[in-house]
């Protein structure tokens, strides 16, 4: 019963190293030794580890050169729409040369930055309300503290001394206020 089971085992062995041999490329015999069977299943696992690691390295790299494109062009977009405002303050400089009416150059101006703001309010750029709100440090910077002009303003922006925006909701730049105290 014991030669059986051995006759059994070596069976087995001789069908897995038919199964080895028919994976690889290479054909082996079923005469290889257990030994050669063993370095070449070795060897079949180190060429699959190389080539995996390969196209890892390989997906690793282009991707790194995506995102280095990708961030050398993302403000692209913005800036093109933003090159007919820089045209037109052009334009405005040219004509404060000569210009007499300086009604007429303020009102140019004005244009100049509504034109820039409604751009920048379509890439999702949004003024941050502060004066009259309580103090909120997750979005404004106190620069200074001074006497509250009457109790209920305790607590709360005073003056603006510089706006803060929203980008898409987030918090582009904190507003820079003078709190009540």
């Not at 006759?7 to 079923?30: K, L, P, Y």
């Amino acid at each position: 019963m014991l030669k059986k089971k051995k006759n059994e085992n070596t069976e087995n062995t001789d069908n897995n190293n038919e199964a080895i041999a028919t994976e690889g490329n290479d054909v082996m015999t079923s005469e290889s030794t257990p030994e050669e069977l063993l370095k070449q299943e070795v060897a079949l696992a180190n060429d699959k580890y190389l080539r995996l690691y390969a196209e890892f390295d390989n997906f690793r790299r282009r991707t790194m050169k995506e995102r280095s494109e990708l961030l050398q062009t993302a403000g692209l977009d913005v800036i093109v729409s933003l090159l007919p405002v820089l045209d037109d303050f052009d334009r405005a400089t040219r004509y404060m040369d000569n210009a007499t009416d300086v009604n007429a150059v303020k009102e140019g101006v004005g244009l100049i930055q509504q034109k820039l703001k409604n751009i920048l309010g379509q890439r999702g750029l949004k003024e941050m309300q502060a004066v009259g709100t309580d103090f909120d440090p997750e979005l404004h910077e106190a620069i200074t503290n001074i006497p509250a002009p009457s109790d209920d303003q305790k607590g709360k922006v005073v003056d603006e001394v510089e706006k803060g925006y929203y980008l898409n909701d987030k918090v582009a730049r904190h507003a820079k206020v003078v709190v009540g105290n």
